[in-house]
């Protein structure tokens, strides 16, 4: 079964903006959105082309999520606070 799920455009956005890979990754507060530079994405990843960068999500959250939101790049950009 291949997951179902959506990306929301403001996430779409930043990703092509910030010209960076991505990896959607689990944490203690929940899925997160971080750089690749932060979190290597893994060979069994997903991967997800928006405009010239990837967007890799981990399988293990691939099954769970029902759509990819800004809540997820806030808990990384609330980290770096």
């Known amino acids: 079964m291949i997951p179902s799920f959506t990306i929301d455009e403001k996430v779409r956005a930043y990703i092509r903006k910030s010209g960076q890979d ?3 990754c689990t944490s203690p507060g929940g899925p997160v959105l971080l750089p ?3 979190a290597e994405p893994k060979p069994s990843d997903m991967k997800i082309l928006i405009g010239s960068n990837v967007l890799y999500i981990s399988k293990l959250q691939a099954k769970y999520i029902k ?3 800004w809540a997820m790049v806030e808990r990384f950009l609330n980290q770096e606070s």
């Open 22 to 24: 991505f990896r959607l």
């Open 67 to 69: 759509k990819v939101e």
């Open 36 to 38: 690749i530079s932060t």
